[in-house]
């Protein structure tokens, strides 16, 4: 991880980069210069937007299976400044507008990426 957050999470990240290029090499220069426009505007900080992802993430249970990019954007929330708390807050909160076993998925998974937790 970086020490500090990138000023674009995905155009300063060149491992996640490389990592979206090994699924693909178009594959991976498309999602670099689309996501990497929206993670350029400005008026939403890049904690944020990560914290988005990791919503769209529940919503959509893309926490799973080759590709998946749940592992990715933690790590992404992370490297912005997010902490575990806060991510594991998101996803109690997604419990009430995604439902509790899409959110209980993804707590499996942070577990997974991370470590177990105490809390």
Known sequence: MTDTPYQNAVLDDKALQAGLNSINPKFGDFCT???????????IDQKTKALITIAVDVVNQDQTGAGNP??????????????????????????????????????????????????
Request: aromatic share 10%; glycine share 14%; with cysteine.
């Open 33 to 43: 210069r689309v996501a990497g426009e929206a993670w350029g505007l400005p008026l």
């Open 70 to 119: 749940f592992g990715a954007h933690v790590t992404m929330a992370m490297q912005q400044g997010a902490t575990r708390e806060e991510i594991e807050e998101l996803l109690l909160f997604m419990c009430v507008y995604a439902g509790f076993n899409k959110a209980a998925g993804c707590f499996g998974m942070l577990n997974e990426i991370l470590g177990s937790s105490d809390g």
